[in-house]
């Protein structure tokens, strides 16, 4: 069955963030909030939620446990049981909830700069320190772990290590080995792993996720694991994630740290995960396709036509990581974008080291977005 994503309703006569932040001359290509439609069958199963009229407390659905445990296996040959999951909120939830687990104490916290935002945040709300561990910018723009230097950085002193896996917003799928280097160090030192790996779904050809808690019992008893159907299939606005835990007493510790201040999941959430998981795959199969795309028709264009700018082709995601340091600017590259191209990007600098000088663009929107927000950023230029 084709899906259509060629075509957007309009957003800005709704309360959507993306849309609605900036002047309406601007078009936003910044936070990472798709352009599409979510899959039939998840507005099938809103709509018939609707129309029951009643819209109580909800439990922990076991049916969509499981469904997520079948989807692990499947996806993943990853065996769980039902009792390993933990549904939260979000997944920024999820490894702030983590950091919880150690506060007041004086371990740290280690990241992989530049890095989503909210991981920088983590530690200090938990009155942890804040350690980075930088990844590698190669001469092509891709990006590597400098292992010697992680393994280094991990000490009895670090509490946990904040995976982000596929990571946003440089792209990388890391392989198996990568993996295993990162948990061996953890494992050595006690370190707890808690992996962010809610763009598992958006693999492009050619590339693999890993679960890093499926590579072996060990490292899955020293893990916690982030996933959301939410940028899987649009739906980040109802609110639900999960965390697969499956070491009891860590699993323990993890709903002890809400502490009271995060209450259940949203109900729609729930209804509207299941109805994705069990419904949505041909969807996700073409968006993946179009994302692909667009993926290739964005690093064309700034190859040709954008030749100060610089970026790897992203292995994941819907996101683009820009190196726009050849253009001499003397202020921040989304600035000059925005005023002078009137396109949105995300502030590089605001993923902390290693982010000045970038920009990162989402992709996930019709073609004509991206065509038309990647002649604003050439005429900004030209300008």
Same mark, same amino acid.
């Given at each position: 069955?084709?899906?259509?994503?060629?075509?957007?309703?309009?957003?800005?006569?709704? *309360?959507?963030?993306?849309?609605?932040?900036?002047?309406?001359?601007? +078009?936003?290509?910044?936070?990472?909030?798709?352009?599409? +439609?979510?899959?039939?069958?998840?507005?099938?199963?809103?709509?018939?939620? %609707?129309?029951?009229?009643?819209?109580?407390?909800?439990?922990?659905?076991?049916?969509?446990?499981?469904?997520?445990?079948?989807?692990?296996?499947?996806?993943?040959?990853?065996?769980?049981?039902?009792?390993?999951?933990?549904?939260?909120? $979000?997944?920024?939830?999820?490894?702030?909830?983590?950091?919880?687990?150690? /506060?007041?104490?004086?371990?740290?916290?280690?990241?992989?700069?530049?890095?989503?935002?909210?991981? +920088?945040?983590?530690?200090? &709300?938990?009155?942890?320190?804040?350690?980075?561990?930088?990844?590698?910018?190669?001469?092509?723009?891709?990006?590597?772990?400098? @292992?010697?230097?992680?393994?280094?950085?991990?000490?009895?002193?670090?509490?946990?290590?904040? +995976?982000?896996?596929?990571?946003?917003? %440089?792209?990388?799928?890391? @392989?198996?080995?990568?993996?295993?280097?990162?948990?061996?160090?953890?494992?050595?030192?006690?370190?707890?792993?808690? /992996?962010?790996?809610?763009? &598992?779904?958006?693999?492009?050809?050619?590339?693999?996720?890993?679960?890093?808690?499926?590579?072996?019992? *060990?490292?899955?008893?020293?893990?916690?694991?982030?996933?959301?159907? /939410? !940028?899987?299939?649009?739906?980040?606005?109802?609110?639900?994630?999960?965390?697969? #835990?499956?070491?009891?007493?860590?699993?323990?510790?993890?709903?002890?740290?809400?502490?009271?201040?995060?209450?259940?999941?949203?109900?729609?959430?729930?209804?509207?995960?299941?109805?994705?998981?069990?419904?949505? *795959?041909?969807?996700? !199969?073409?968006? #993946?396709?179009?994302?692909?795309?667009?993926?290739?028709?964005?690093?064309?264009? #700034?190859?040709?036509?954008?030749?100060?700018? !610089?970026? /790897? &082709?992203?292995?994941?995601?819907?996101?683009?990581?820009?190196? &726009?340091? $050849?253009?001499?600017?003397?202020?921040?590259?989304?600035?000059?974008?925005?005023?002078?191209?009137?396109?949105?990007?995300?502030?590089?600098?605001?993923?902390?080291?290693?982010?000045?000088?970038?920009?990162?663009?989402?992709?996930?929107?019709?073609?004509?977005?991206?065509?038309?927000?990647?002649?604003?950023?050439?005429?900004?230029?030209?300008?």
């Amino acid at each position: 069955m084709p899906f259509d994503f060629d075509h957007c309703p309009d957003r800005r006569s709704t *309360e959507s963030f993306k849309w609605k932040l900036f002047n309406e001359d601007v +078009l936003p290509m910044w936070v990472a909030d798709m352009d599409f +439609l979510a899959p039939p069958a998840v507005m099938e199963a809103l709509h018939r939620r %609707v129309d029951h009229g009643i819209f109580g407390y909800a439990m922990e659905s076991e049916e969509l446990k499981l469904v997520i445990v079948d989807r692990m296996h499947r996806l993943y040959n990853w065996q769980i049981n039902p009792e390993d999951l933990v549904f939260t909120p $979000g997944v920024v939830a999820g490894f702030n909830l983590a950091a919880q687990m150690f /506060s007041g104490s004086s371990q740290e916290i280690l990241i992989q700069t530049p890095v989503y935002p909210p991981f +920088l945040r983590a530690p200090s &709300c938990a009155g942890l320190k804040r350690v980075d561990s930088p990844l590698v910018h190669n001469q092509d723009g891709s990006y590597s772990i400098d @292992t010697t230097g992680f393994t280094k950085q991990v000490s009895p002193s670090t509490a946990m290590f904040i +995976l982000c896996n596929p990571h946003n917003p %440089v792209g990388r799928v890391f @392989t198996g080995e990568e993996l295993e280097e990162m948990a061996q160090a953890c494992l050595s030192n006690g370190t707890v792993i808690c /992996s962010d790996e809610i763009h &598992c779904d958006f693999i492009f050809s050619g590339h693999k996720h890993i679960p890093i808690a499926s590579l072996s019992p *060990e490292i899955a008893q020293n893990a916690i694991t982030l996933m959301a159907p /939410s !940028k899987t299939f649009n739906i980040a606005g109802l609110d639900f994630a999960f965390a697969i #835990i499956q070491n009891p007493e860590l699993r323990s510790r993890f709903r002890n740290s809400c502490r009271g201040l995060t209450g259940g999941t949203n109900m729609m959430g729930q209804i509207a995960a299941k109805a994705a998981f069990e419904k949505g *795959e041909e969807w996700l !199969k073409e968006c #993946i396709a179009y994302l692909e795309s667009n993926r290739d028709y964005l690093v064309k264009f #700034i190859q040709s036509e954008l030749p100060a700018l !610089k970026t /790897s &082709c992203p292995e994941a995601t819907y996101l683009a990581w820009i190196d &726009c340091r $050849g253009l001499g600017l003397d202020e921040p590259p989304s600035d000059f974008f925005l005023r002078e191209g009137k396109v949105a990007l995300n502030a590089g600098e605001e993923f902390g080291h290693g982010g000045e000088g970038f920009v990162r663009l989402n992709f996930g929107c019709p073609r004509s977005f991206l065509e038309d927000g990647l002649n604003r950023m050439a005429r900004a230029i030209k300008g």
